[in-house]
């Protein structure tokens, strides 16, 4: 059974080029509801804690400094199959690949500065979710 809810963080690249009002109409436009939602910015120790799935690949120390260079915006999302219809939304990870209309399409520079995150299964919803939100901060 698919899942309710997924993780988004507007990504600083997206943040810093004023595309963040822009990427929520397109969330909202497309029958998302934001349980909860925070402009914040991540610490290294953060950044590390929350990648740390990719903690041997060769460009985690990037994406930390990447995740670490300006603030995000955080959100958890309701929908029904959430996960998967905001990964059809954000579009491929290089958005040279990304369809069009996608966010990712629409907003990111190439596949380091992507725009946005989105949570790629149910599980690591939950979990991302937890990470940035207590539950007295989501409704």
């Known amino acids: 059974m698919a899942g309710k809810i997924t993780l988004t963080m507007i990504k600083p690249d997206a943040v810093a080029a004023g ?4 990427i929520i109409d397109m969330i909202i436009g497309a029958g998302f509801k934001i349980q909860a939602m925070k402009l914040t910015r991540l610490s290294n120790e953060k950044a590390k804690e929350f990648y740390a799935v990719h903690s041997e690949r060769p460009f985690f120390g990037d994406l930390v400094k990447f995740m670490t260079e300006g603030p995000i915006i955080a959100a958890v999302l309701e929908k029904e199959n959430a996960v998967e219809d905001f990964r059809k939304l ?3 990870t290089n958005p040279a690949n ?3 209309g996608t966010i990712r399409k629409n907003f990111a520079a190439d596949i380091e ?3 946005v995150h989105g949570s790629d299964s149910d599980e ?3 979990l991302e979710a937890s990470f940035h939100f207590a539950g007295v901060e989501r409704f």
């Open 98 to 100: 990304a369809a069009e």
């Open 124 to 126: 690591n919803a939950a």
């Open 113 to 115: 500065r992507n725009a």
């Open 90 to 92: 954000i579009g491929a």
């Open 19 to 22: 595309h963040s009002g822009k």
